[in-house]
Structure formats: structure tokens, C-alpha cells
């Protein structure tokens, strides 16, 4: 089982820093950062708090490490037009000699859009672009030039040069819908979704008959899942953090109690673990976590 690191975006850039550089010492897979602008109001905070935009964090940690690989965990398709994103990835991948990952999701976070005049648009609208997006990126990523006549997205001649250093760019998908499971079959090289393993289970059935109707063998798709983590012996605050965060969404107590959810999601085909810092402290708190982590784990 791979282990990464989901450092939260709304902290000082020098503690960001500091988790992703001992991830890389320590032997952590990856490094993963999400793409928001602000808090929801809800799950991830009032919109003023502070937050960090994710392809400027993203290309900085690639530069300041050498082994992590990098991931968008995941790229909002309405902020990000598929031939601005194309040229940017071409150049991390280059960058990082050959570690990106690129996450896409639909887009879903209504404040964000509404301050910055984006149209979200429905949801079925969002899944279409999305795909198009993807393929997009392939043709800019593979051709020496691109003609592209979309329904939401349109290439003439297009050019992206230099190419990535990785001849095939891994795409990951993040989401859990029948539609948007249906794109992750035709499209992605990797799938990712919030969850615990029965969720994870239920949602691959799915993707497993999307697949069989793309034409596609299933396990050509890596799959990766993430839950809020929290290490204590306490066993009343364990029990409210996941009465607080979601018992779907949460892992709460003694070390190996995430040793035991690990080992369930990889008895669902999981073969990378995320895991968030929001919830592991501070400091050399943090640090402590992520240690006693992996090595129970390991």
C-alpha cells in the first residue's frame, strides 16, 4: 500500500513545507494539495479563512523536493480551461523530472463561483466539460498539434510545447457519481474518492460496470481513498470526532485502528492511501503522527 500526505491548504506555506520534506525523508509516496480559493462555510471553514491557491503550492513543492510524486487532489475543471492546465502540467512534469499527477474533478463549491462571477452550472453540464477536458489534455499532451470541436471546448492547430517528460501523464479523476464514474471508465488513469472501504466497495461495482461498457478491463485503473485521520488513545474523543467529521469519512483512535482501515481498503483494490494533516496536530505533534502512521502500517 502507497501512504501520501494531504497537507491542509489553509496554514502558513513554512509548515506546508515542513510536512511535505519530512514526508519525502521518511518515505511517503506522494504529496497532494486541493484547488480552492477560500472555505465553504461549512466542512472546510468560513470563506475568509486564509488559503493557499494549489498550482502555484504545487509547482513550488515539485521544485523543493526530489522523490514525493505531486498531485492535484483535485483540480477544479471550471477554474482550470484543459489548454491553460495542458501547458502548466507539461512544465511541472518537466519540472519535477517526470513525478506529476493530474487530479480533474467537476467543480462543485457554489461560493467560490458565485465571488469570482465562474459559472458553476449543472451538474450534467460539468460532467460534459470534464470529459472533454480530459480528452483535451491527451490530444495537447500527445500531438505535435491539436484540433478540437467540442461542445464546451474548441482547438484550432493548437500547439503545447515542450511535452511532458512522462510519455503517458497520468490523469486521476476524483468523484463518486454513476455519471461521473461512467468518465473516470472512459477517461482516467487513476480514481480517487473520500471514504471508508464499504463505500469505496459499493461505488467500484459501479465503476466496474461503467468499464464494462467503455469496453475497458477495470484494473487498468488505480484507486485511491482518503478519510480524516485522527491519532489518540482517548477513546470518547475518538467517538466524537467521528460523530463530528462523519463515521463514512473518519478514522478516529490508536494507531492501529488505521492500520485496520488500510487493510480494508486494500481488500477493495485501493492501492494508495491519502492521508489529511487537518486533524493530526501541529508541529512536532504532526510529525510524531506521520511517523507512528507509517510505521504501523509498514
Known amino acids: 500500500m502507497k501512504l501520501s500526505i494531504w497537507p491542509n491548504a489553509q496554514q502558513p506555506w513554512s509548515e506546508i513545507l515542513e510536512l ?3 514526508a519525502e525523508r521518511t518515505g511517503w509516496y506522494g504529496v497532494y494539495f486541493w484547488d480552492h480559493f477560500m472555505g465553504d462555510g461549512a466542512g472546510f ?3 475568509t479563512t486564509p488559503t493557499l491557491e494549489s498550482s502555484a503550492v504545487l509547482a513550488a513543492l515539485g521544485a523543493l523536493t526530489e522523490r514525493l510524486r505531486i498531485g492535484s487532489l483535485v483540480f477544479a475543471n471550471t477554474f482550470r480551461h484543459p489548454a491553460v ?3 502548466w502540467a507539461a512544465t511541472l512534469d518537466i519540472v519535477t523530472n517526470g513525478r506529476l499527477v493530474v487530479g480533474l474533478g467537476a467543480g462543485w463549491q457554489h461560493n467560490e463561483h458565485e ?3 465562474i459559472e458553476l452550472g449543472s451538474p450534467g453540464k460539468r460532467i460534459e466539460m470534464l470529459e472533454e477536458s480530459c480528452q483535451v489534455l491527451r490530444r495537447l499532451w500527445q500531438q505535435p498539434e491539436s484540433s478540437f470541436a467540442g461542445k464546451h471546448y474548441q482547438l484550432d492547430h493548437a500547439l503545447c510545447e515542450p511535452k511532458p517528460l512522462q510519455p503517458h501523464l497520468p490523469v486521476l479523476i476524483g468523484g463518486k457519481g454513476d455519471r461521473m464514474l461512467g468518465v473516470v471508465a472512459r477517461q482516467a488513469d487513476e480514481w480517487n474518492m473520500w471514504g471508508l472501504a464499504p463505500a469505496i466497495s459499493e461505488r467500484s461495482m459501479v465503476l466496474e460496470a461503467k468499464c464494462d461498457q467503455a469496453g475497458r478491463d477495470p484494473a487498468t485503473i488505480l484507486r485511491s481513498a482518503q478519510a480524516l485521520v485522527m491519532v489518540t488513545d482517548d477513546a470518547q474523543a475518538a467517538a466524537e ?4 467529521v462523519s463515521p463514512r469519512a ?5 494507531v492501529e485502528r488505521f492500520v485496520e482501515e488500510v487493510q480494508q481498503w486494500a481488500a477493495v483494490g485501493v492501492t ?3 492521508v489529511p494533516d487537518m486533524a493530526l496536530g501541529r508541529g512536532s505533534r504532526r510529525l510524531e503522527n506521520i511517523d507512528a502512521l507509517r510505521a504501523a502500517v509498514l
Open 272 to 274: 494508495e492511501v491519502i
Open 20 to 22: 511535505t520534506q519530512h
Open 115 to 117: 465571488q469570482y462571477g
Open 45 to 47: 471553514g468560513p470563506a
Open 250 to 254: 473518519a478514522i478516529a483512535g490508536p
Open 241 to 244: 470526532f467521528i460523530d463530528r
Open 85 to 87: 492546465l495542458a501547458n
